[in-house]
């Protein structure tokens, strides 16, 4: 080997050296190419530079890639840079992979393999009112609540709930407190009031009175706010508290049926319960409205059959069946019906469930008006 062969390979090996040092420094992107003569050949010249640090970023965030790394190259003032950011979704906490390719006029290239590591950093929303129940009622304190999170779908929500009783009449504080799966929390405290139960016959209470004021000041104020509207007629009154009732009040399978001010208090206050629920909030609204109704009640054939609760009504033109609660079962429309049209529907639909004794109803009109009434576009004509 001659003195400048010598010399042309430490020359060689210089370079390399250099270049898998900038490889561990900075993440250089080269390519080698390979001696066909024996020799080894020197890199190629000015090999590309890419850098870039692994990056934090919110939930949320928005990452301009670009920025993310710094490309330089002497020779190629516009290196190609191909960024894959696929595998990143800034809205789910975890950590990804942005990978650069890079390659500049002479040939080098390589990869370059960026960290983002998305963090959840908001704690989760939880909202709610104070709410109310009769003592020896059941609560389910999650209903009381809502909540949401910008990352976590089903935070974990803890309950303390040890300073009520649900007997005694009184009011509480509930305490929430809703985590997410990356550790933050919010809370929130509700105030509970438990009320002393009605019975038969305590109409008079004070509680009573409270009660009936509080329905009829709802009824009074739901009708002016949301279910009518000026101009209409009784009989559209009546479908829009019919609609209203079906449709606002959630079916939990559960309610109070002292009396129909218990019922409607419930109903209200919850915006859920059972088939009388649906009655009695009907019944509150109808009367605000100054729509005459008469109540019904399903005559049970044995202890096994469920109960049931409905109305009849009358807006002018003769008494029809009015039920407002909604049924898993196909048209379950009860809007001014008559005995025959409920028969009809019991029969194919639920036996018995309609089934009433006539003594002490006023007679219902046998006439059907249901061509009158479109239930899908919720119009009388
Ligand atoms: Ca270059
Ligand atoms: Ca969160």
Redesign the pocket.
């Known amino acids: 080997m001659t003195n400048k062969s010598r010399k042309k390979l430490s020359s060689a090996f210089a370079k390399i050296l250099v270049a898998i040092m900038l490889i561990s420094v900075a993440g250089v992107a080269v390519s080698c190419g390979s001696g066909t003569d024996g020799e080894i050949k020197p890199v190629k010249k000015d090999p590309i530079i890419i850098r870039g640090d692994d990056v934090q970023v919110n939930?949320g965030d928005e990452i301009d890639y670009n920025a993310l790394v710094s490309v330089t190259d002497l020779e190629d003032p516009n290196p190609t840079v191909d960024i894959d950011h696929t595998s990143v979704d800034l809205n789910t906490p975890g950590t990804y992979q942005v990978v650069y390719k890079v390659q500049d006029s002479l040939g080098n290239s390589g990869e370059y393999t960026v960290n983002i590591t998305v963090l959840?950093?908001?704690?989760?929303e939880v909202t709610g009112s104070s709410f109310t129940i009769m003592a020896g009622e059941s609560v389910s304190y999650k209903k009381q609540i809502q909540v949401s999170?910008?990352?976590?779908p089903d935070?974990v929500i803890d309950i303390d709930n040890s300073q009520v009783d649900l007997d005694t009449p009184g009011v509480y504080s509930v305490l929430y407190t809703v985590t997410?799966?990356?550790g933050?929390s919010s809370q929130l405290t509700l105030e509970m009031t438990v009320l002393e139960k009605i019975g038969e016959g305590d109409e008079a209470s004070e509680q009573f009175q409270e009660m009936q004021e509080y329905v009829l000041d709802r009824a009074t104020s739901l009708l002016e706010s949301e279910i009518t509207e000026d101009g209409m007629t009784d009989m559209e009154k009546a479908f829009a508290i019919y609609r209203w009732t079906k449709y606002n009040i959630a079916y939990s399978g559960s309610s109070d049926k002292t009396n129909y001010i218990v019922g409607a208090y419930d109903g209200f206050k919850k915006m859920a319960g059972d088939c009388y629920t649906y009655f009695a909030v009907s019944k509150a609204l109808l009367n605000a409205a100054g729509i005459d109704n008469v109540d019904v009640v399903k005559e049970r054939i044995d202890d096994s059959q469920s109960r049931h609760y409905w109305s009849l009504v009358n807006v002018g033109d003769g008494w029809y069946h009015f039920d407002s609660t909604p049924y898993s079962f196909p048209k379950d429309n009860f809007f001014m019906v008559t005995d025959e049209e409920l028969k009809d529907w019991d029969d194919t639909y639920y036996a018995y469930c309609h089934n009433f004794l006539s003594d002490g109803l006023p007679e219902r009109e046998t006439e059907s008006i249901q061509y009158r009434i479109n239930y899908g576009d919720a119009t009388i004509d």
């Open positions: 939930a959840d950093v908001t704690p989760p999170d910008d990352c976590d935070p997410d799966a990356s933050n």
